[in-house]
């Protein structure tokens, strides 16, 4: 199994492009989420989703889309890039919400790096 | 919903010294709480959690340790090695719950 997968690795923007960090699990897991990170403010959860068809906003939703069409894929969109949403970016995902046992622990992705100027 | 605090937020310790670091959370319904370690440029991984119904967990050189009660719970980890470098996160989460609450992480460093 490749885990959780997300593409690309690193990316540069201008003000006001849009994009799509992609984001692929092949452990047939239910959950999956979006998180950013910041230094000296740890992980933040932008959008989740429960299952295929199904999403819904976390901490920090505004500037991102989501949608969940396969239990596979979950990409995070950037409509309109903005340089506060310069961050390292993860995919999440488990077996059930949250990862509340040592058998649905929350597997992340290896992080897709954002500079927007 | 869910807060989780952390400290320190970084913290320094000699080779062989022992490391704990510590995290509140506020809500009394949670009821895991799983321990994430980030290697430099890597991603976070679990390495150890606890239930509600447990006191005190050890695996190898890390033990954590949860007190319901005050709604505090620490990582411990003895005979530090410079491989133990890293940023940890702690979590929380309670019943019902869609996501994991993060705090807002500790940066071990060992020095040889």
């Known amino acids: 199994n490749a885990g959780v997968t997300q593409t690309p690795k690193f990316q540069v923007l201008k003000t006001g492009q849009s994009m799509t960090l992609q984001c692929a699990q092949d452990?047939?897991?239910?959950?999956m989420s979006w998180y950013r990170q910041d230094p000296g403010m740890g992980l933040r959860l932008i959008h989740y989703?429960?299952?295929?068809?199904?999403?819904d906003q976390g901490e920090v939703p505004n500037g991102y889309n989501v949608s969940r069409s396969t239990t596979e894929d979950f990409p995070l969109r950037l409509l309109s890039a903005a340089p506060s949403q310069t961050s390292v970016y993860f995919c999440a995902s488990s077996s059930l919400p949250g990862g509340r046992g040592q058998e649905d622990t929350q597997y992340f992705g290896p992080g897709t790096r954002l500079t927007v100027l | 919903g869910e807060n989780v605090e952390q400290h320190p937020s970084t913290l320094s310790v000699q080779e062989g010294d022992s490391a704990v670091i510590k995290c509140t959370y506020s809500d009394s319904a949670s009821n895991y709480f799983p321990w994430y370690k980030q290697e430099l440029g890597k991603r976070p991984q679990l390495i150890i959690d606890?239930?509600?119904?447990?006191g005190e967990k050890k695996d190898q050189r890390i033990a954590v340790t949860l007190n319901k009660t005050a709604k505090h719970f620490s990582l411990h980890i003895t005979e530090t090695q410079p491989e133990d470098s890293a940023v940890y996160f702690c979590a929380a989460s309670y019943p019902g719950a869609n996501n994991l609450f993060f705090g807002t992480g500790t940066r071990l460093t060992v020095i040889p």
């Open positions: 452990m047939n897991h239910e959950y």
């Open positions: 606890i239930r509600s119904n447990v």
């Open positions: 989703s429960v299952g295929a068809g199904i999403t």
